[in-house]
């Protein structure tokens, strides 16, 4: 049963414009959302996160919006850049301090 | 410094041999983790350490044995694994949650590890 749903497998963006990630969840008792970025043969890293008492995050080009009633959390990343290209993983904080990861979205910014 | 060690980078191993890996942190957080990560898929948590006690253990295989001698270090001991346990192991660490405003996990580059 995936509690944390990334149902797009791939996205394509031309760089300069905006990405756009989406993330849906299951289980209303997740309370802090964060998205990762990794490249090949390395770990995630942190890229933002966002409490459930609030609706939005922003930090550079990166800005994280939550719907709670949606169980709906999108990444947006503007200006998009080559170097962006990766595989972005939404996590969903559960119980203590246990994460649970959706299956990533790969993101391609063509130049 | 928002940097985990890992060490190994790259470990293969015998279906008989005994094995271990060591994470290493200096952020002063008192969680550590290890997750397994599979070529296409997301990070599966294995274990989670919280104040040097283990808190989490996600029915892992007894072959698999964590150990937290202090709160800088991880390590995971192997033993016996079989060819499925070939991924890349994953180790993070975080403050203990509730102890501060956010809650980031930083993750370490990864051991390569393949069992033949």
């Known amino acids: 049963d995936q509690q944390v749903k990334q149902n797009s497998p791939s996205l394509s963006v031309q760089e300069g414009r905006i990405s756009i990630l989406n993330c849906d969840y299951t289980?209303?008792?997740?309370?802090?959302f964060l998205w990762y970025k990794k490249y090949p043969a390395e770990g995630p890293t942190f890229l933002i996160s966002?409490?459930?008492?609030?609706d939005k995050n922003e930090d550079g080009r990166f800005t994280v919006f939550l719907n709670k009633s949606a169980k709906h959390l999108s990444l947006h990343i503007v200006p998009s850049q080559p170097g962006d290209s990766a595989v972005y993983f939404c996590?969903?904080?559960?119980?203590?301090?246990?994460?649970?990861f959706g299956a990533g979205t790969i993101l391609r910014v063509k130049s | 410094d928002t940097e985990v060690t890992q060490t190994p980078k790259h470990l293969v191993m015998g279906m008989t041999n005994k094995k271990s890996l060591k994470c290493e942190q200096h952020?002063?957080?008192?969680?550590m983790y290890w997750y397994k990560q599979k070529a296409k898929k997301p990070p599966e948590l294995m274990f989670v350490?919280?104040?040097?006690?283990?808190?989490i253990n996600e029915s892992v295989p007894s072959r698999f044995s964590p150990e937290c001698p202090n709160s800088s270090l991880l390590n995971l001991h192997l033993h016996a694994l079989q060819p499925e346990d070939s991924a890349l192991y994953l180790c993070?660490?975080?403050?203990?949650?509730?102890?501060?405003?956010?809650?980031?996990?930083?993750f370490g580059p990864g051991t390569r590890l393949t069992v033949t």
């Open positions: 966002i409490s459930s008492i609030k």
């Open positions: 350490y919280s104040y040097e006690k283990l808190s």
């Open positions: 996590a969903a904080k559960e119980y203590g301090n246990k994460l649970v």
């Open positions: 289980n209303s008792m997740f309370d802090y």
């Open positions: 993070a660490s975080s403050q203990v949650w509730g102890l501060a405003e956010t809650y980031e996990q930083y």
């Open positions: 952020m002063g957080h008192r969680a």
